[in-house]
């Protein structure tokens, strides 16, 4: 039963900001993980980004680092993605994902096939 709603996308130069949303239902979500995966036009779905339910754990793709934060309000049951400095190698469907058993780091980003997604985003950085 639980729901993942993903908001923000658009498109946007390159050097750009979007700031993505995501909104949980279905539960009380104590203790969840959620994170960001994407996958580009002919490429598979790699991990982006991940939060831990204190906040106080985040992990990143080396090639986001720098450029991307994650967050969230766990009063609104929701995660953000706040993406600065865009490239258009950023371009791509972007997903929420949802852990309930609270993995971080590697850990959330191998159990692909363990999460609740959302149902993805588009990003498109134009040249």
């Known amino acids: 039963q639980v729901q993942l709603v993903e908001s923000g996308g658009g498109l946007v130069q390159a050097g750009g900001s979007l700031r993505l949303s995501c909104a949980a239902s279905?539960?009380?979500?104590?203790?969840?993980?959620m994170g960001w995966f994407r996958q580009a036009p002919g490429k598979e779905r790699e991990f982006v980004a991940v939060?831990?339910?204190?906040?106080?754990?985040?992990s990143y793709v080396d090639s986001v680092k720098g450029r991307f934060t994650i967050s969230r309000d766990n009063a609104a049951n929701t995660v953000y993605l706040q993406m600065n400095s865009l490239k258009p190698d950023d371009t791509a469907v972007y997903y929420c994902?949802?852990?309930?058993?609270?993995?971080?780091?590697?850990?959330?980003?191998?159990?692909?096939?363990?999460?609740?997604w959302g149902q993805g985003t588009q990003v498109t950085v134009s040249s």
């Open positions: 939060i831990s339910w204190s906040g106080r754990v985040t």
């Open positions: 279905g539960g009380t979500f104590s203790g969840y993980s």
């Open positions: 994902a949802l852990d309930q058993s609270g993995n971080v780091g590697s850990s959330f980003a191998r159990r692909i096939d363990s999460l609740y």
